[in-house]
């Protein structure tokens, strides 16, 4: 697929005229990356921002001692690194690959003569930056006042809304990162994690294979999950 199809796709570039989409190609970089492979690390100099165009990322922080917490997995046409255009202009989190693919790069100047030029790009760039305040506002709720079952079960739910199948009232999934990585998601740790999956498990809410999930019962799903 061309540049300029997939970046018409994304919620930044949404309602943009053609001209200003071919505009935005000619400045796009197309770049490869490959599985566990770093894109940038916490604090680089930001020379741009991304769309994710196949693959998957994640958006991590890496303590002291060398673990990981997982702030937000990247999925296909969103964008990510945005907010480093703004205050000391550096990365604030590691992009790292969970699957191979390839992403496209903007650069910062080139993009910030776009943005000048067109209004709509300073409209979209806000709502963008909305919805990820928006993101980890929620975050930081759950990670506080949520219990591991109930930040569980809004995973699940928000997974489902965003890529499943249903048939037959059951609503089929499968996790897009490692339960490793989920438990740092979730803030809690794989014991509890694996734990909190059995106990669903065993009340007849879903069923679990591997990374493969059904949910048998969405609406006690929804009471797990306070919603």
Avoid: W
Avoid at 21 to 43: D, M, N, S, W
Avoid at 109 to 135: K, T, V, W
Avoid at 150 to 169: E, I, N, P, V
């Amino acid at each position: 697929m061309e540049n300029k199809d997939i970046i018409r796709k994304a919620l930044l570039f949404s309602g943009l005229e053609e001209e200003y989409l071919v505009e935005l190609a000619e400045i796009a970089v197309r770049r490869p990356f490959a599985k566990g492979e770093t894109l940038f690390t916490e604090g680089e100099k930001a020379e741009g921002f991304y769309l994710l165009a196949s693959g998957a990322l994640k958006l991590c922080k890496i303590s002291p001692d060398g673990r990981e917490k997982v702030l937000h997995m990247v999925h296909p046409v969103e964008t990510f690194a945005e907010a480093a255009f703004f205050g000391d202009g550096k990365y604030p989190a590691e992009a790292r690959g969970v699957e191979r693919g390839e992403v496209i790069f903007f650069p910062r100047g080139s993009f910030m003569g776009l943005l000048e030029r067109n209004p709509r790009f300073s409209m979209n760039l806000i709502a963008s930056l909305s919805l990820l305040l928006r993101r980890f506002a929620r975050q930081i709720e759950e990670l506080s006042f949520a219990d591991a079952p109930s930040r569980l079960a809004s995973y699940l739910l928000d997974l489902a809304a965003r890529k499943s199948t249903s048939y037959q009232g059951k609503t089929y999934l499968e996790l897009d990162m490692r339960k490793g990585e989920l438990a740092s998601r979730l803030g809690t740790v794989s014991e509890t994690l694996s734990r909190t999956f059995k106990k669903m498990k065993d009340e007849g809410v879903i069923e679990l294979d591997g990374n493969k999930v059904t949910i048998m019962q969405m609406e006690k799903l929804k009471m797990i999950a306070g919603k």
